[in-house]
Every structure is written in C-alpha cells, then in structure tokens.
C-alpha cells in the first residue's frame, strides 16, 4: 500500500500538521464538502485515524469546472497552498457538456495536454499527485449509456497519463462500472451511486471516499 505522504512530507511537516491535501475538481468535489460529502468524509476518516497529526484537508472543487479551467486556477487554489497530496478528479464536464444545448465539451488532444499539464505543475512544485479517471454519466453498466463510448475514451487518456507522468491512479471509472454490475441488476440510469447520473448520492459519496482513502493508503 502506498504511503500518504511521500518524503515532501516530511520536509514541510511543520506547515500543517501531517501535510496537505488537496481535492481538485468539478461540482462532485464541490458538493463533497457537504456534511456527507466524499471529501467530508474522507478528512474525517483521516482525523480518525490521525487525531491532532491528521493532514489539513482542503476542497478546491468548482461546478461546471473542465480540465482548461484547472488549468487556469491551479496555482492560485492548489499550488499556493503547498500541498503534499493533490487528488486530481476531472473530466465528466469534458465529455457530459458534448451532450447539453449551449455547452461544449473539450476536444480529446486538449484534455490530454491540459491534465498533463496540470499532473506536472503539481508533481514539480513536490506533491504527490493521484489521478482520478471520471467516474460516469449515467449508471447503465453495460455500455448502454449514451455517451459511455466517449467517456471510456476519456478515462483511457487519464490512464495514459498517469502512467507517461508516473503518478498513481485511482480508476474511478472501473471502480463504479464493476460496482454498479452487481448492483445495479434493474440496469437503471440513476439512482444507485448518483442521483442524475453523474452526481452522487449518500451511498455515491461514500463509495468515493472509500476508493479515495485507498488511493491515500488509508
């Protein structure tokens, strides 16, 4: 199991207690500093465990954000913070904003270089990156979901990147579609990890903040 912290950590142990995390992405980051939100849950679990040495959990999720907008706002939100960890959650409004009247989704060669880019900038300013792959729009497990194709797609380029940036992965993605297989036997769009098919339910942000403590080596 790999460790939470690697040895920047230890450098900058002095910062905030045991370290930094930071949890960077869209609406289903934002909305995970509810009470029972994925992100709540997984600093709670740290503090569980940690006590007063638990690292300082911060949410730096946006709705509506798409990988050009983590971009913009990295060093302001993330990299200013001097994090340990950043967690790394993009891509559903890449590929779902394809689909809705008045929006746009993000071409494939610039969502590739946009997390890359974002990957490096963490990983040179000395934090552990984990990177998520998106999890899915729309619960139907078999490829039934409109845009499943596109969004695999999408899933295999953050796969591609964290192996050509060396940083670890947390495979999303895998991890609901294998979950919603047994689960979700209706084979219902809705309803089981998300209330519309892309944000999560009580029983969504606990899975989340289960694969992610993981990630973390909890």
């Given amino acids: 199991m790999t460790a939470l912290f690697d040895g920047s950590a230890s450098r900058r142990e002095s910062q905030s207690r045991n370290g930094r995390v930071v949890f960077l992405g869209d609406s289903i980051t934002e909305l995970g500093g509810k009470p029972d939100g994925n992100v709540t849950l997984v600093s709670k679990a740290l503090s569980e465990k940690h006590g007063a040495n638990a690292p300082e959990v911060i949410n730096a999720g946006i709705s509506g954000n798409k990988i050009t907008d983590l971009q913009k706002r990295l060093e302001r939100d993330v990299l200013s913070k001097n994090p340990n960890v950043v967690v790394i959650y993009i891509g559903i409004n890449d590929v779902w904003h394809f689909a809705l ?7 494939k060669r610039d969502f590739e270089s946009g997390l890359h880019d974002v990957v490096v900038r963490c990983r040179a300013a000395g934090a552990r990156v984990i990177l998520c792959t998106p999890s899915v729009i729309g619960e139907m497990a078999h490829g039934e979901n409109p845009q499943d194709e596109l969004l695999d797609e999408y899933s295999n380029i953050s ?17 609901f579609i294998d979950y919603l297989r047994t689960h979700n036997q209706d084979d219902r769009s809705e309803g089981i990890l998300t209330v519309d098919g892309v944000h999560l339910t009580k029983e969504g942000n606990q899975f989340i903040a289960g694969e992610m403590l993981k990630a973390l080596g909890y």
């Fill in 101 to 107: 009247p008045g929006s746009s989704g993000t071409a």
């Fill in 159 to 175: 796969r591609e990147v964290a192996i050509d940036t060396k940083s670890q992965l947390c495979d999303l993605n895998r991890s």
